[in-house]
């Protein structure tokens, strides 16, 4: 079955740093991988969007990466402010099977 | 949040009982999806839909039917709810299916079986 995994422990981070957080997965390679983000009491809002083809993509302050040899992407936040305070899913779709990360919490302390 | 929403917002039913939730968009959006969110487990995928009447089973969709007679409504009925059901869940839409292009939430409902 298709699996993500992501660090299920809380990242606490100072504010201006870089939190980067990583998004592992089993069996074939999607041709895209998404990023969201979940407040508290809301639903997830999607951030970025990576293809196969794509190494790197970049929005704002965020970045992403994206490496099918390792099964792996890797979620930037530079210059991290207490606002990007929130939990971050990984999500992988192949057809029907639509599978989500279980989220990493990030922390930035003023 | 991209023209969704959920209803009711909070429910609290008693074991046994029939509820019905609702997913409105205002979008014309092709597909529709109901996921549950629970610690320790995540999101995962109960139903979905790509296009009147046209749905398919997602990972944990014991339990639950779905109906879509309309392009910006999608229900999810629990026949007869049970404790295990005590969720949050979430109705996403997506323009051209979720592997090519990207979710959009809803706030959730959350239920609370008794």
């Known amino acids: 079955s298709q699996k993500i995994e992501q660090n299920s422990e809380a990242l606490n981070i100072q504010e201006g740093k870089t939190a980067t957080l990583t998004c592992n997965y089993t069996?074939?390679?999607?041709?895209?991988l998404q990023w969201y983000r979940q407040d508290p009491g809301r639903g997830p809002v999607f951030l970025l969007l990576?293809?196969?083809?794509?190494k790197e993509k970049r929005k704002e302050r965020l970045k992403v990466t994206f490496d099918t040899t390792l099964k792996q992407s890797l979620f930037h936040i530079t210059a991290s402010q207490p606002a990007d305070s929130a939990t971050y899913l990984c999500f992988k779709a192949a057809g029907n099977k639509l599978t989500f990360g279980g989220g990493t919490r990030v922390l930035v302390k003023p | 949040d991209a023209g969704i929403t959920q209803s009711p917002r909070h429910k609290v039913t008693e074991t046994g009982t029939p509820v019905t939730l609702r997913c409105h968009q205002t979008e014309n959006h092709r597909y529709m999806y109901w996921y549950r969110q629970d610690p320790g487990h995540g999101l995962r995928l109960i139903h979905y839909s790509y296009g009147v009447k046209d749905t398919d089973k997602g990972e944990v969709s014991d339990g639950y039917s779905v109906s879509r007679s309309k392009t910006e409504d999608f229900l999810l009925t629990l026949e007869s709810a049970t404790s295990s059901q005590t969720s949050v869940y979430f109705c996403?839409?997506?323009?051209?299916?979720?592997?090519?292009?990207?979710?959009?939430f809803g706030n959730g409902t959350r239920l609370t079986v008794t």
């Open positions: 990576i293809r196969e083809n794509e």
């Open positions: 069996n074939y390679s999607p041709a895209y």
């Open positions: 996403a839409i997506s323009e051209a299916g979720a592997d090519n292009s990207p979710l959009h």
